[in-house]
């Protein structure tokens, strides 16, 4: 699941300051995820997906207790083979991400309303 950035919330004093987790190099991140395709009760074909949460590293930490498990550029291709079935071998690829390549910083309230829905968000 391709992303720009992900977005986590600090409760700070009984309220929600929210933080933007980017890529040094802001380049894209792939979250890992898994899919189903299933049938609804008509018989329509539907697409599901989830992104995989990890322990957060030490960059997400003081922030929030998770984050979105982030391949990194060398398990891209293998997380997405399905030639590669065996679970420990999956397992293995689901660690926090490297804190040596990610940033954050503090961002706008402006995120915290699904309804504002800008490019700059």
């Not at 894209?28 to 009760?41: A, E, K, N, V």
């Not at 910083?105 to 800008?118: E, G, I, L």
Request: net charge neutral; proline share 8%; charged share 25%.
């Amino acid at each position: 699941i391709p992303a720009n950035s992900f977005y986590e919330w600090q409760k700070v004093n009984g309220r929600k300051v929210p933080y933007n987790f980017e890529l040094k190099d802001q380049h894209l991140m792939t979250f890992g995820g898994i899919y189903s395709i299933w049938r609804d009760r008509q018989g329509n074909e539907k697409l599901s997906c989830s992104i995989i949460t990890v322990p957060p590293n030490s960059i997400v930490k003081p922030i929030h207790n998770r984050m979105p498990f982030v391949l990194t550029k060398e398990h891209e291709r293998a997380w997405l083979d399905r030639n590669i079935t065996d679970p420990e071998y999956l397992k293995e690829l689901i660690k926090p991400y490297p804190d040596d390549n990610m940033r954050c910083y503090q961002v706008s309230q402006t995120v915290n309303n699904a309804k504002n829905d800008d490019p700059w968000l």
